[in-house]
């Protein structure tokens, strides 16, 4: 004969427990969520991380044999607007287009740059073993430059940022929201702003800054 403690759980003991254990369950899969949602936003984070990354350390390749009296930027409005006021005391004042190719003026974030860069690939001292680099930002075919996410993809004005050394342009970056240059003596600032969609459907955006120095003349 069965005593008293050796029957087990009664039914009603055992939904009491069930019910004592439904937070915890619930808890448990709530934190399973969030860690699955910080895992993601992690990985959407460092695709972006490494393309700063990547495109930094190309900047600062490029820039290392750059020759700054060869610095030329795009012209943005205000570049134009200030042309047009000079052109009114002097009548030979060139008035640019905006991205037209201009010598670096006051310091104003432009979205291009080029220069000329002593060649690694020539040896000895030739005026001429310099080859002519630029960097550019181009918005993406579906875009245009108004402040709108044209194409329903999450990013507004979006575009690439291409290099070109020689006849293709190379692909640098990719999702890039901006792309900014600007010169101060010799210390070259870029600004890039990347986003990017992560695999939880939010949009992620980060803006990173770096100056770089310019040595040759
Ligand atoms: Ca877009
Ligand atoms: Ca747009």
Avoid at 18 to 39: D, H, Q
Avoid at 65 to 93: C, G, H, I, Y
Avoid at 133 to 155: K, Y
């Amino acid at each position: 004969m069965k005593t008293k403690n050796q029957q087990g759980f009664s039914l009603v003991e055992l939904v009491i427990a069930m019910t004592a254990m439904v937070p915890l369950i619930m808890a448990a899969f709530g934190t399973y969520g969030v860690a699955m949602g910080t895992i993601k936003v992690n990985q959407t984070e460092s695709d972006v991380l490494r393309t700063f990354q990547y495109t930094f350390d190309e900047i600062r390749r490029l820039s290392r044999s750059a020759f700054l009296s060869t610095m030329r930027t795009r012209a943005n409005a205000s570049d134009v607007a200030a042309a047009e006021a000079a052109k009114l005391l002097d009548p030979l004042v060139i008035v640019p287009a905006i991205g037209d190719w201009i010598s670096v003026g006051l310091p104003t974030d432009r979205p291009g740059f080029r220069f000329f860069a002593a060649s690694g690939f020539l040896t000895g001292s030739s005026a001429d073993a310099t080859e002519l680099r630029t960097l550019d930002f181009v918005l993406d075919s579906s875009e245009t430059d108004n402040g709108v996410d044209d194409d329903g993809d999450g990013l507004i004005d979006e575009g690439q940022i291409l290099l070109n050394y020689g006849v293709t342009p190379v692909i640098v970056a990719t999702h890039v929201e901006g792309f900014f240059f600007s010169l101060v003596g010799r210390v070259m600032t870029i600004k890039i702003q990347i986003a990017r969609r992560g695999a939880d459907g939010r949009m992620y955006r980060k803006g990173m800054k770096q100056d770089f120095f310019i040595r040759n003349n």
